[in-house]
């Protein structure tokens, strides 16, 4: 069946930081893994340029905004570049194809009678593009604020909205319904809590500035962000032709998210969705925020992480590793350098690296650099091969719950297995006393390493690339039903050569 898979588009105001980069990192590893399992994949990513907020930066800037975010959204794409995303699109929502999207959507809206022509007046934050209730603000040296910290200000003007409120019991029936579409659980208690207390109609335009999308029939009217942003999922799946051939990719499966914008996919989009007679996605994930050593990462402190200068300094596999390695995926999780250098150092290449060269090695030494023949399992090879037998079932059924420290945690629970049974059977000693067992030793030690390469595939693909041509796997024998199918006894390896560099700290 085919998977869709996305990340947020990321609003162009800025640069990205290392929040950018773990999202986008997640939906790429999900996406490299159902690949890997053989499956069709359609993978988007991009960035949401339209908004008062971007209006306002480019005006601080000195700049046209659309020049303003051709500039920055160059920066989003590098991003996706640097990182080895496997993305099958980047879309911009200046792009013709998504204004057309957004007002076809609009249009067919309209159509149905979800949306009316009002005024709005109440508290809105620039910052978040976003309308706050009495009720979620907090004031401070006599002025409001939102929950999320940004300042609100009372704004009233004519606005069209959309019928929100009418679908306040479909929403909780549909939570009931899917009750995996929203995670992890806390953020799905969230959104339904939200719902419960009643949802208001929702304004969808604005007349207070004009960068955006124009309401199809009263141009003096662009559309909400959101209800603009949002529409991108559709856009890249070839809405409002529904015989395109991504068409078939709709509804999304997942939809990756930061945990301050799950209202907006979680309430907001599949009420729009279904309004439009259009099939909901079937799942929102939200993750948690990084603080960077213990500190919240903000512009006016100065301590947003560009990831370019980690991969400079740290190499892309070992960053890619770490982001979901070091926190449970939905958690907020501290950035901190020794945390990532104890990773790199101890998992990577003590654990992971140090075992391949150790085998590796033997088998250049001992088996003249060819593959030992198969060999039958002993009692003292059950552990090993109960770590690795179950691998793919167990990192699958993790991924598929986007559980990736828990997939993680599974393959290097084997590589401790498998570094404490080649300490334990000793192939170096067997040379002399048992040949044979050394060989049979070496071919399970190379089972096992070309098993953790495979599955790691998704996470380290150039690192695990490199792994997997030192162990003789051709390249049309990478994907997980490969597996099955054992390399002959005689292939040739090259000498083996370090996969991780250690990163040597000051005492």
């Not at 986008?24 to 996406?31: I, P, T």
């Not at 959204?73 to 080895?84: K, T």
């Not at 997939?407 to 040949?435: C, M």
């Not at 049979?440 to 380290?460: E, S, W």
Request: one cysteine or more; glycine letters at 8%.
């Amino acid at each position: 069946m085919p998977t869709y898979i996305t990340t947020p588009i990321y609003y162009v105001n800025d640069r990205p930081h290392i929040g950018h980069a773990y999202t986008s990192l997640a939906a790429d590893v999900l996406a490299r893994w159902r690949r890997l399992e053989g499956g069709e994949v359609f993978f988007l990513t991009g960035t949401d340029e339209h908004g008062q907020k971007v209006e306002k930066a480019a005006r601080d800037a000195g700049m046209d905004p659309k020049e303003f975010t051709d500039r920055v959204s160059e920066h989003f794409r590098v991003l996706a570049e640097r990182m080895e995303l496997s993305n099958d699109d980047f879309i911009r929502t200046t792009e013709e194809r998504h204004k057309r999207a957004c007002q076809a959507l609009w249009e067919e809206l309209a159509r149905r009678g979800e949306i009316y022509l009002g005024h709005y007046e109440g508290w809105y934050a620039v910052r978040d593009e976003a309308f706050y209730g009495p009720d979620e603000l907090t004031e401070r040296d006599g002025a409001k604020y939102a929950p999320t910290g940004a300042p609100v200000e009372w704004v009233r003007e004519p606005s069209y909205f959309f019928r929100l409120s009418k679908w306040q019991g479909w929403l909780l029936r549909f939570y009931e319904d899917n009750p995996d579409f929203i995670a992890p659980q806390s953020r799905r208690n969230e959104v339904m809590s939200f719902v419960r207390a009643g949802l208001q109609d929702l304004s969808i335009s604005r007349t207070s500035f004009a960068w955006g999308v124009p309401v199809p029939g009263d141009p003096a009217h662009v559309m909400y962000v959101w209800l603009d942003a949002l529409t991108n999922y559709i856009t890249a799946a070839g809405y409002p032709d529904e015989a395109a051939e991504r068409w078939r990719f709709w509804p999304a499966d997942v939809h990756f998210v930061g945990k301050d914008i799950v209202r907006f996919h979680a309430i907001y989009w599949p009420a729009f969705l279904q309004a439009a007679g259009i099939a909901p996605p079937r799942r929102v994930f939200a993750h948690g925020w990084w603080t960077i050593e213990g500190q919240k990462m903000s512009k006016s402190l100065g301590n947003a992480i560009d990831p370019l200068a980690l991969i400079e300094e740290f190499g892309l596999d070992p960053l890619r590793y770490f982001l979901l390695r070091e926190v449970p995926f939905g958690n907020d999780g501290d950035f901190a350098r020794k945390s990532l250098v104890n990773r790199l150092n101890g998992e990577l290449a003590d654990g992971l690296g140090n075992l391949a060269q150790r085998t590796l090695s033997l088998i250049q030494r001992n088996c003249g650099g060819e593959l030992p023949g198969e060999a039958g399992r002993s009692e003292a090879d059950a552990g090993l091969f109960d770590s690795i037998d179950a691998l793919v079932a167990s990192v699958g059924k993790a991924l598929n719950a986007q559980l990736f420290h828990t997939a993680l945690e599974t393959v290097f629970h084997s590589v401790r297995e498998a570094n404490g049974y080649i300490t334990q059977q000793q192939p170096w000693a067997l040379k002399r006393t048992d040949p044979a067992r050394m060989a049979a030793v070496l071919r399970h030690l190379h089972t096992a390493l070309r098993a953790y390469a495979t599955v790691l595939q998704p996470f380290m693909p150039g690192t695990m690339g490199r792994m997997l041509d030192q162990l003789g796997v051709p390249s049309e024998g990478r994907g997980l039903a490969s597996l099955e199918t054992s390399l002959p006894a005689g292939t040739a390896l090259p000498p083996p050569v370090p996969l991780f560099r250690k990163i040597e700290t000051a005492a």
